[in-house]
């Protein structure tokens, strides 16, 4: 006679959980592999994070186009997104000093 067990519902549902944070890490990165971070491109309080000295992340840049404050875009395209404030006129992969805009 065969030895059956039943699986738990509580098994099933760390299972689920561990393949659904697996998924949703593979996901994540797979995202932020097709994004690179453009500084200089953000508007006021709509950076993704990296906003200078006395700032706390996403959402606290203080001015348009600030060379500190960064946001992700399309892998490719910072260096082709305008930025008056950048010494190119473009975005930048590196925080810089802001000139008048």
């Known amino acids: 006679m065969p030895f059956k067990t039943a699986?738990?519902?509580?098994?099933?549902?760390?299972?689920?959980a561990a393949l659904g944070a697996a998924l949703s890490q593979s996901a994540a990165a797979a995202?932020?592999?097709e994004k690179e971070k453009c500084f200089g491109v953000a508007l006021k309080g709509k950076n993704d994070c990296a906003a200078g000295a006395g700032t706390s992340c996403a959402g606290t840049s203080r001015v348009d186009f600030q060379g500190d404050a960064w946001r992700y875009v399309p892998k490719g395209t910072c260096e082709k997104t305008p930025s008056p404030t950048s010494p190119t006129g473009f975005g930048q992969?590196?925080?810089?000093?802001?000139?008048k805009a």
Not at 93 to 99: D, G, H, P, T, V
């Open 31 to 33: 995202d932020s592999a």
């Open 7 to 16: 699986a738990s519902p509580i098994s099933a549902l760390v299972i689920a």
């Open 93 to 99: 992969l590196k925080a810089f000093k802001a000139k």
